[in-house]
């Protein structure tokens, strides 16, 4: 593709982020790129854009030989996926948002990409307007990464703030989230930890070379977060953040997850509020490097739309270094967290589970303990999403060995002082 190719764009779907980057555009005529035609897939509704512009077929886009680039912006995985293979069989550069739809096909969408030949570009479906996926790829391209914490999710962040500094209840807190656009159109995704573990997945791709399917990484959203969590968070001077986090593993393989967490003062994830994300990097000789910006709404999405609209005009593409140039990373699961759970009733808590149990707390109705607990076991079983139970990791919560604690336990039972 030549510096100065036009860019004839396709779009489908005309919501938060289909009109944010229709205005976007117009505000940037530097790219040299017009929407020619948009799909979207009610034709009754009101738009703030000419009648002529759009269409409920697919193929007025797909088949138009002058469109060259799709831009997908749907909230419909499935249609999603339908039409970004399309395009890249019908030779067109595909620009997506749908994090799900991409989670859900990494490998085919890979497969397609060898096949076609064709970029596929989707910078705005995980943390919107922070460039973390084009730095993953080409900044880090080495095996230094050693880990990754994030806050990828604006909407669960933005009812977080909301609830616990602002004392706003979750419903209406969520409806908020809702009418400013950060919300998915099912929001149990967001809030159950459904779209940060689809974003995850992408992460680990671009950061480790690791190709997984969601349902292979322990995860959870902020559904089970009690009010008395919250005032445990407030008693310690810590906030509770929903946090992925990947770290590679001194006996090989990356330990991952998506879980609620405790962040401490000086965690920079800590003053990640409201819509924003948060990505703390630590890598061999840099240390620590933290990225920030806004990860859900109109313009913030729009604005890495556009980004990737640009870098096609370059003919930029994904190589996925870190899986074809590199050996790539595999899952593993073979790790210890450091939890805190919150209860109302310790029949509903497996305590023999627990490798060891540093602290019991019981209060008027809701008691909490915090220990360690192998992954594992968390991925076998549900009963700490279930009869109101929560649970929150804890500050630096990844242990890769027990034993040297065990051994301790060991010999002090062997000097008799246990
Ligand atoms: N909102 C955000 O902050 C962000 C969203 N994303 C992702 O971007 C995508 C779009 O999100 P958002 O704009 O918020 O969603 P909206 O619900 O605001 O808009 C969805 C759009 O998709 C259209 N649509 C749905 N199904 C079809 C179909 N089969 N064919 C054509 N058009 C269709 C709808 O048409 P109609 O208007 O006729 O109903 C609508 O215009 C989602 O995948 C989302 O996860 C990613 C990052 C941030
Ligand atoms: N629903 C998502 C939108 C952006 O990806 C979020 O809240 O982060």
């Known amino acids: 593709m030549s510096k100065h190719r036009q860019l ?63 831009v997908e912006v749907i909230d419909d995985s499935v249609a999603a996926f339908e039409i970004v293979k399309t395009a890249l069989k019908n030779k067109k550069e595909v620009v997506s948002s749908s994090k799900k739809m ?26 919107a ?139 920079p994830l800590s003053f990640v509020k409201n819509e924003y994300n948060g990505v703390v990097i630590e890598s061999g000789f840099a240390d620590q490097q933290f990225f920030y910006g806004k990860g859900a709404g109109s313009f913030p999405t729009a604005s890495a739309v556009l980004s990737d609209l640009s870098a096609l005009r370059y003919g930029y593409k994904y190589e996925y270094k870190k899986l074809y140039h590199h050996e790539p990373n595999q899952l593993n699961d073979d790790i210890y967290l450091k939890v805190y759970v919150s209860f109302s009733d310790v029949k509903n808590v497996p305590t023999e589970d627990f490798e060891w149990i540093e602290q019991w707390h019981a209060q008027e109705d809701r008691k909490y303990l915090s220990g360690v607990i192998a992954l594992q076991k968390l991925k076998n079983s549900t009963w700490w999403k279930e009869n109101g139970t929560s649970l929150i990791l804890e500050p630096d919560p990844i242990l890769e060995s027990i034993e040297e604690r065990k051994l301790r336990k060991k010999s002090l039972e062997l000097a008799g002082l246990l």
């Open 129 to 267: 307007s922070i460039p973390a996926i084009r730095n993953l790829e080409e900044y880090y391209d080495n095996d230094l990464l050693h880990s990754i914490r994030a806050i990828v999710n604006g909407s669960t962040n933005f009812i977080l703030t909301k609830m616990f500094d602002e004392n706003l209840g979750f419903k209406e807190a969520l409806l908020l989230a809702q009418q400013l656009g950060f919300a998915e159109s099912n929001p149990t995704l967001d809030v159950e930890g459904f779209d940060a573990l689809n974003k995850w997945a992408i992460f680990l791709c671009h950061a480790y070379g690791i190709i997984t399917t969601p349902d292979q990484i322990l995860f959870t959203g902020i559904q089970n977060i009690h009010k008395s969590d919250a005032a445990v968070a407030k008693a310690r001077g810590q906030q509770i953040r929903l946090v992925a986090q990947a770290k590679k593993l001194t006996g090989g393989g990356v330990g991952a997850f998506v879980l609620p967490q405790f962040v401490t003062a000086d965690n």
């Open 8 to 70: 004839v764009i396709g779009m489908f779907g005309f919501g938060v982020v289909g009109e944010g980057l229709y205005k976007v555009l117009k505000q940037t005529p530097s790219l040299s790129a017009s929407i020619k035609k948009v799909c979207i897939k009610n034709p009754g509704k009101k738009r703030n854009a000419p009648d002529e512009l759009f269409t409920t077929d697919k193929n007025d886009l797909l088949e138009d030989k002058e469109i060259n680039v799709i």
């Open 102 to 127: 991409i989670a859900e096909h990494l490998q085919e969408l890979l497969d397609l990409q060898q096949k076609t030949g064709k970029s596929f570009l989707y910078e705005s479906s995980a943390c």
